[in-house]
Every structure is written in structure tokens, then in C-alpha cells.
């Protein structure tokens, strides 16, 4: 092969190659504003990386609470995006357990799923690859296993993800967040919804 074909095969190989992976380009995050979760730190990145890192922070109030992160890319083939959360317990019952429900419009893989705080908690089970619901593709995380995640203020859970994901240009993931009461508090919630429902029935009746 002279040296002309050689420079034209590695142009071609070098276009192909970077071709084959997509940056991402722009991201925005915050929470949805119901007030169920508070995002104390929403933001915006924007440059071009194939991998990019993302901490959030803030307190989840009640539940469902969601954070939606909006992503933007230059092609469609595997970007990865890295997200770490500091979910601070400011319900009014301490947490046993947490859910995480990740949708988004095209398909999507997690790696690296893990918990660093509390550090007797774990990964109870995760979908590394989302299933498809009929409108979106979700993958849900359950975290427990330790000691409940008191609701004093300042008691957090730490924990995070790689998401990878192909598709258009344009993407919002949203993060849904589920913290389980104790049973003793259930038991509660129940017997009080179960007095306000007896409470309503008799004014109605009145």
C-alpha cells in the first residue's frame, strides 16, 4: 500500500472511530418544584465529553420526589453520564429503605451502582438494562439492608450510578426517589388515614 492509500485508510479509521461515540454537549438538572424533593444545587454544564459527572445534592420532604435531568449530545451512539446523590431525610418518618425509578425515552444501561453512606446499607437489587413500559424505559434500584436512615435533619443517603444510553440528540432522564417508612410508621400513617377518612365521613353525614 503507498503512502497515499495509508493516510487515506487512517483518515477514514480515525472518522469512523470518532463517529462511533457521541458527546455529551449540555445538561441542565433540578428538581420537578412539587416540593416533594428540593435540589439545593440545580445547575448546567455545557462543553463536550463522552463521559460526564454530575453531584447532586438536596432533601426529599415526601414522596415520590423526582429530579429530571435534561441532556443534550452531538450524535446518538453511548455517552455515559455519572450521577452521585446526597438525599438528606427531611420526611417525617425514618427510612428503612429507598427506591430509585430511572426513566427515559430511549433504551439505557446502569453500571456502577452503588451506596457509600450509610455505610452498612446496600444494594438490595438493580436492572442493569431498563425495560420497556409501553411510553418509556425504566430501570429501578432498591437500596436497604442497614439501620433506618433517621429523619433529624441532617441524616443523609449517599448513593450512585453510571447511566449509559443511546438514541437522539436529545434526552431527559428522570430520577424518581422512594424512601419506605419503618413498619411502626406505617402502622401509624395507616391508623391515621384510616381516623381523618372516619372523621370526613361523619361531617359529610352531618
Request: hydrophobic content about 40%; proline content about 5%; charged content about 15%.
Amino acid at each position: 500500500m503507498n503512502r497515499r492509500g495509508i493516510l487515506l485508510f487512517t483518515l477514514v479509521f480515525l472518522v469512523c472511530l470518532s463517529s462511533s461515540y457521541a458527546n455529551i454537549t449540555n445538561l441542565v438538572y433540578a428538581d420537578d418544584g412539587d416540593g416533594a424533593f428540593v435540589c439545593s444545587n440545580p445547575g448546567s454544564w455545557s462543553g463536550s465529553t463522552n463521559e460526564l459527572s454530575v453531584g447532586v445534592t438536596g432533601k426529599q420532604c415526601w414522596a415520590p420526589g423526582h429530579l429530571l435531568l435534561n441532556i443534550y449530545t452531538d450524535g446518538a451512539d453511548d455517552p455515559t453520564l455519572k450521577i452521585d446523590n446526597s438525599i438528606e431525610n427531611d420526611t417525617s418518618f425514618a427510612w428503612t429503605e429507598f427506591t430509585v425509578n430511572l426513566t427515559m425515552a430511549v433504551q439505557f444501561t446502569l453500571t456502577n451502582v452503588d451506596v457509600s453512606v450509610p455505610g452498612s446499607w446496600s444494594v438490595v437489587s438493580f436492572d442493569q438494562t431498563a425495560n420497556y413500559t409501553g411510553s418509556n424505559y425504566l430501570a429501578t434500584v432498591v437500596y436497604n439492608t442497614g439501620p433506618a436512615i433517621p429523619n433529624d435533619g441532617t441524616s443523609t443517603i449517599d448513593f450512585g450510578y453510571w447511566v449509559k444510553f443511546s438514541g437522539s440528540p436529545s434526552y431527559v432522564l428522570t430520577q424518581e426517589m422512594i424512601p419506605v417508612p419503618e413498619p411502626s410508621t406505617l402502622v401509624l400513617l395507616a391508623f391515621g388515614g384510616l381516623f381523618l377518612a372516619r372523621f370526613a365521613s361523619r361531617r359529610s353525614r352531618k
